[in-house]
């Protein structure tokens, strides 16, 4: 039956792409020759220039699924930083949990974070800074200050990307340094939670040639999950205490010749909620047959809220932001960053050289009981990251000129360095109580780091076949290596060749429709020497994606409506499971995994494994239309059909990872050493079926030359799963987020913002995990959660000169 339902919904939903694809080629066709002859509406949806394809372009002259975010567009919706991405992208989720983020598009999702044990998590969708890569989860949740754009590319990227673009990429463009004249800003927010937030910005000419720029701001509030423990607000959570500069000078030596120096710094001292999740929701535990036998019942028994709080844990959390923590907990980052580009103009070339080396140091702590019980104060457990990385690219590309042809090639070198160690508590005075938090003799106290290297060639060409044909080709090589912490665990390197082929055709004045196809892939890498004793791969490969997709991009009546339509087929291989599981102590053991649980020898793990397969199909669709000069609407639509493969299952006799929730939907026989835990139909994270975003804004002039310009947008988002296991608790049901704001423009030079995010308050869980724990000699499958920001609101005051 399962299968007869994929097969059904994957039909309705290929015919609801091609007929969708049919119908708008036929009235953008249609309405461009409606609108010849009409007079031009003087405002129109503006025109914007990208850098999706690593040169200045139009948005509608990219063959690729594109978002592309103004600064207006940041301010209007409350983007602060990547988590505000989801409502207003269309295919995108943004899942988070601690101070990591886990983005998903298209089918593939963000699991593993940070830096520990044997790898650096990297995302599925590539991060970047100004073309700067941002390495790892842990620094993908910088703040957007005095930002020109956000482009958000959908589909891999590898051909100009490289390495991690495997669903898409992320790119945040910074304003730069004006010549000429002094400029700036300064802002001042107040808002819940006793908000309080400044940013100025400063543009300063040096010269005819030159110019600096500095932004510098400070973002603090009480913490939004309210910790019971203590009274008053010191031991909350979700607190923020975020300070950030940045520099950027621009020196124009000649009018062939540019150097941009950008250096920045931030730094953030918070109070943790937990790496995985900071709230235990539910467990399922089994039941053996008979004691110490080993043999257990198939059917699980399910346990609301928390199954393994200690015994002297006095109160329940009462929801998602109250909860009762007795252990310290804290969340602090530092990072700083400095990036030189070159840009010269020749006469038969452009080159642009960019070389970057950043800086992060970290640490995570967080009450690893969940609860008001166990080791006060200094109870619980975290990680510390120092990493360092180093990248330059050398771009060569062509000059503009009436030749058909296009290119652009370049070569490109990274390299990273990632010191971890596990933070346990520890009784440093022998009173019997813990009283220091330190390194572990288990937590990499020798400061054994990660190291990666990566080099690539890449190369893409256009070619204008005629005044409507198109063709562009891309080519990439990638070569990457990992060596891990200790002797014990293999180094890693692997090789990747990418390509991307797409064809363009005009069908009528600002119309094009276009197909294209490409690869991408996300690195693999090495299991625990310990996991491995137990029958985990050493080594896990690369996760491998080839792409489809047909797209319409149009400006239509008079360029009143932009509408962007494209639709997509994606087959991801050797995708990865993220797995904890439950094990053996002693490896020499004849004991199947439940006898050593029964018996009180077992010992929970996390690790890796390629599963199978995983094929998405969908649509996603985005429309702007300006009725008047002074009202916009706009809609987007996400449609997705995203499963797992039949063919994908996990475990082995030695490791079985969802042992605690007993044989569920016979995905399982607990009983068979041999049987492995099959994902066939489930689907992937954070991956729902359709997303409909709503917004609308009207810009009122008032008789003192002032503008009030109401806006309010609407994100519809259907029910899914936070976690691959697609078990009730693990279910985010359907749900509007609302952002609403009014921007009072009194003058050219002071603006007044008055703003609400998640206006209806809905609770809305970001991430969940399966994680396999052992209670009282029986297995258990404890979910931790992560849940949204609640309601915020606030007034912003800002001040502009020139």
């Not at 205490?241 to 000649?254: A, D, G, I, V």
């Not at 080099?455 to 044909?469: K, L, P």
């Amino acid at each position: 039956m399962k299968r007869d339902q994929r097969t059904y919904h994957t039909t309705y939903l290929s015919r609801a792409i091609q007929s969708a694809l049919l119908i708008g080629v036929s009235f953008c066709t249609n309405a461009q020759q409606e609108t010849s002859d009409n007079e031009a509406i003087s405002t129109g949806v503006e025109r914007i220039e990208v850098t999706a394809n690593r040169q200045s372009q139009d948005l509608q002259e990219v063959s690729s699924s594109v978002s592309a975010l103004s600064a207006n567009d940041i301010l209007r919706n409350g983007i602060e930083s990547i988590n505000g991405l989801e409502n207003v992208v269309p295919g995108l989720r943004i899942g988070s949990s601690g101070g990591e983020v886990r983005p998903a598009m298209r089918g593939a999702r963000t699991n593993e974070v940070g830096v520990a044990g044997t790898g650096i998590a990297e995302q599925v969708v590539g991060i970047f800074q100004d073309g700067i890569y941002v390495p790892t989860t842990t620094g993908g949740l910088g703040a957007y200050v005095d930002v020109e754009r956000i482009e958000v590319l959908r589909g891999p990227q590898g051909t100009l990307y490289g390495r991690n673009t495997f669903a898409g990429s992320i790119n945040v463009i910074s304003k730069q340094p004006e010549l000429g004249y002094t400029s700036g800003s300064a802002k001042l927010t107040h808002g819940s939670y006793d908000r309080s937030t400044y940013e100025a910005i400063l543009n300063l000419p040096l010269g005819d040639k030159a110019a600096t720029r500095f932004v510098m701001s400070h973002d603090r509030h009480d913490g939004m999950i309210e910790n019971h423990f203590l009274p008053g607000s010191s031991d909350d959570l979700r607190e923020k205490n975020q300070f950030y500069l940045r520099n950027t000078t621009k020196y124009e030596f000649s009018e062939d010749f540019t150097a941009l120096l950008r250096v920045d710094y931030s730094k953030k001292d918070a109070n943790s909620e937990a790496i995985w999740g900071y709230q235990q929701i539910a467990g399922y535990q089994i039941s053996e047959t008979e004691p110490g036998s080993g043999i257990y019942n198939p059917n699980a028994t399910v346990t609301p809220g928390h199954i393994y709080q200690p015994a002297d844990a006095e109160r329940d959390d009462e929801g998602p932001y109250d909860v009762y923590r007795n252990a310290v907990s804290f969340d602090n980052q530092e990072a700083w960053s400095a990036t030189l580009t070159l840009d010269w103009a020749l006469e038969w070339v452009n080159a642009k050289w960019t070389t970057n080396y950043s800086e992060l140091s970290g640490e995570q702590f967080y009450d690893n009981d969940y609860s008001d019980g166990g080791v006060d104060f200094v109870g619980g457990f975290g990680r510390q990251d120092d990493q360092k990385a180093f990248s330059t690219e050398l771009q060569l590309s062509s000059v503009e000129s009436e030749s058909p042809f296009s290119w652009i090639a370049g070569v490109y070198l990274f390299s990273q360095e990632a010191d971890w160690e596990w933070l346990w508590p520890e009784d440093t005075t022998g009173n019997g109580e813990p009283d220091s938090i330190t390194v572990p003799s288990w937590g990499n106290p020798n400061h054994d780091p990660h190291e990666v290297d990566s080099i690539a060639i890449f190369g893409q060409a256009r070619y204008q076949i005629n005044d409507s044909n198109r063709l562009l080709v891309g080519l990439r090589y990638n070569e990457d290596e990992k060596t891990f912490t200790g002797d014990s665990i293999p180094d890693w390197d692997d090789s990747a060749v990418l390509w991307k082929l797409a064809y363009e055709l005009d069908v009528a004045k600002d119309v094009m429709v276009y197909a294209s196809a490409a690869t991408g892939y996300r690195t693999g890498g090495a299991n625990d020497a310990r996991v491995v004793n137990r029958g985990a791969n050493a080594l896990y490969d690369n996760e491998e994606v080839i792409s489809y997709e047909i797209g319409l991009k149009s400006f239509l009546f008079d360029n009143t409506v932009r509408f962007n339509v494209s639709a997509f087929a994606n087959q991801y291989d050797d995708v990865k499971a993220q797995l904890f599981a439950v094990s053996c102590n002693d490896t020499t053991s004849d004991l199947t995994v439940g006898q050593c649980v029964a018996t009180g020898v077992s010992t929970t793990f996390e690790y890796y494994e390629n599963g199978g397969q995983v094929d998405t199909y969908g649509l996603e669709a985005d429309l702007e239309w300006r009725p008047l000069s002074e009202l916009t609407l706009n809609a987007t639509l996400s449609l997705l059909d995203a499963e797992f493969a039949d063919d994908f299952a996990v475990g082995n006799s030695q490791l079985q990872p969802l042992l605690g929730l007993g044989n569920i939907d016979g995905r399982q026989d607990i009983n068979d050493p041999n049987s492995q835990f099959s994902f066939a139909g489930y689907s992937p994270a954070m991956s729902p079926d359709y997303t409909l975003g709503l917004s609308a804004r009207y810009e009122y002039a008032l008789s003192n030359g002032g503008y009030v310009t109401p806006y309010l947008h609407v994100n519809f988002v259907d029910d899914h799963y936070a976690f691959d296991i697609n078990i009730p608790e693990t279910k985010v049901d359907a749900h509007a987020m609302v952002t609403a704001r009014v921007s009072w423009e009194v003058n050219e030079n002071l603006n007044i913002d008055f703003f609400a995010n998640n206006l209806t308050d809905e609770e809305v869980l970001t991430r969940a995990v399966v994680q396999s724990q052992v209670l009282n000699s029986l297995p258990i499958n404890s979910i931790q959660a992560n849940w949204n920001n609640p309601r915020t609101y606030g007034v912003s005051l800002q001040y502009k000169f020139e």
